[in-house]
């Protein structure tokens, strides 16, 4: 088993800055890649970014490319997201993922159902 659990989130203004962070434990070894997602009220959970591991190779959401920034520290087993400028419309819970899988086809790290562990989310609220 694989334990995350995300912190960093909170209540910003308009153009803020937050460091998302997600510590796992566990059985990490098994895992290949972390995926960062996030799910407004109402609305299907959002792939954002993943990253491997081993090699740092990053996948990256078209919508958030250039705002948000995922990095590894493989030492402490921990996950970031970097989001910067946020918007309104980035309020919603963030929540980090793990999945043991390895796909050549990278856009299968956007799906949510190909992550075996999820922590419980992190609520980030933008006001205007």
């Known amino acids: 088993q694989v334990q995350l659990v995300e912190s960093g989130g909170g209540l910003v203004q308009a153009g803020d800055s937050l460091r998302l962070s997600c510590a ?17 009220a109402g609305k299907e959970r959002e792939f954002l970014q993943a990253i491997r591991w081993s090699s740092g190779t990053t996948y990256y959401a078209d ?14 087993n921990t996950v970031y997201l970097e989001m910067n400028s946020l918007k309104p419309e980035d309020t919603a819970v963030y ?6 899988k390895i796909y050549s086809w ?19 609220t933008v006001s205007s």
């Open 24 to 40: 796992a434990s566990g059985r990490t070894v098994s895992t290949s890649t972390m995926g960062w997602f996030r799910q407004a």
């Open 63 to 76: 919508s958030v490319k250039d705002r948000f920034t995922i990095s590894r520290d493989n030492d402490k």
């Open 95 to 100: 929540y980090c993922a793990a999945t043991s």
């Open 106 to 124: 990278s856009s299968s790290y956007k799906i949510p159902r190909v992550y075996d562990y999820w922590g419980q989310g992190t609520q980030v």
